[in-house]
């Protein structure tokens, strides 16, 4: 993996001795640590990538931490979402699968972010789109992880008129990555306790330089 150079599409986040940096257009991850990671915050503040963003060090686990095995299918949403929420996740899957495979993690990020400028969602409706997304995935014989999830629901939240909805975090224990929507008080969706464990990184107030 080449060495990360910061710019507008890198995102750092801060776990206690490490950094890890995210590119937002290949979706490469890397972790730095000691002289590496001094460095690297050095030459963020001469770079046109937003500040750092502090993690908050998850509860130590050693993997005790138990989840479902089954996931209960959601009721069947109306047919308007059905048929909305099939529609832009074939969506999502055909942008995940035609171009330059180097940058399919940026394409869906930039879908995922098509209503950043939109009013949030209420629980209710954010519920609902989020449900409606699941119950088209189970439909699908296709690999749809939590990227291609939330990226497809937060384009259905923004055909409804309403963004600012998806979030993208880290969590340690160990590092590891997250996708999901969040509704109007910045409250995971219809995701397992879990989710609150994760920081998000891409919140609209850390898309700021910090001052200098």
Not at 14 to 28: D, F, M, P, Q
Not at 52 to 64: A, D, I
């Given at each position: 993996?080449?060495?990360?150079?910061?710019?507008?599409?890198?995102?750092?986040?801060?776990?206690?001795?490490?950094?890890?940096?995210?590119?937002?257009?290949?979706g490469?991850t890397?972790?730095?640590?000691?002289?590496?990671?001094?460095?690297?915050?050095?030459?963020?503040e001469?770079?046109?990538?937003?500040?750092?963003?502090?993690?908050?060090?998850?509860?130590?686990?050693w993997?005790?931490?138990e989840?479902?095995?089954?996931?209960?299918p959601?009721?069947?949403?109306?047919?308007?979402?059905?048929?909305?929420?099939?529609?832009?996740?074939?969506?999502?899957?055909?942008?995940?699968?035609?171009?330059?495979?180097?940058?399919?993690?940026?394409r869906?990020?930039?879908?995922a972010?098509?209503?950043?400028?939109?009013?949030?969602?209420?629980?209710?409706?954010?519920?609902?789109?989020?449900?409606?997304?699941?119950?088209?995935?189970?439909?699908?014989?296709?690999?749809?992880?939590?990227?291609?999830?939330?990226?497809?629901?937060?384009?259905?939240?923004?055909?409804?008129?309403?963004?600012?909805?998806?979030?993208?975090?880290?969590?340690?224990?160990?590092?590891?990555?997250?996708?999901?929507?969040?509704?109007?008080?910045?409250?995971?969706i219809?995701?397992?306790?879990q989710?609150?464990?994760?920081?998000?990184?891409?919140?609209?107030?850390?898309?700021?330089?910090?001052?200098?």
């Amino acid at each position: 993996m080449r060495h990360p150079v910061p710019d507008e599409h890198t995102r750092t986040a801060l776990t206690g001795e490490a950094g890890v940096i995210v590119n937002y257009r290949t979706g490469e991850t890397v972790v730095l640590t000691g002289g590496a990671l001094a460095r690297w915050l050095v030459s963020l503040e001469s770079s046109a990538a937003p500040a750092p963003v502090p993690v908050r060090t998850s509860e130590l686990s050693w993997g005790t931490h138990e989840s479902p095995a089954r996931l209960e299918p959601p009721a069947p949403p109306p047919w308007p979402f059905r048929l909305a929420a099939m529609t832009l996740l074939v969506t999502t899957l055909v942008v995940r699968q035609f171009g330059r495979r180097r940058t399919r993690f940026g394409r869906l990020v930039r879908l995922a972010e098509t209503g950043k400028n939109l009013p949030p969602a209420s629980s209710e409706y954010a519920t609902l789109v989020v449900r409606s997304v699941r119950w088209a995935a189970r439909a699908l014989p296709a690999r749809i992880a939590c990227l291609e999830e939330s990226t497809a629901a937060a384009l259905l939240l923004a055909a409804g008129g309403r963004g600012r909805a998806w979030r993208h975090g880290i969590a340690t224990d160990p590092i590891r990555l997250h996708a999901w929507i969040c509704d109007m008080h910045g409250r995971p969706i219809e995701e397992p306790v879990q989710t609150g464990h994760y920081t998000p990184i891409n919140e609209p107030e850390f898309m700021w330089k910090r001052n200098r």
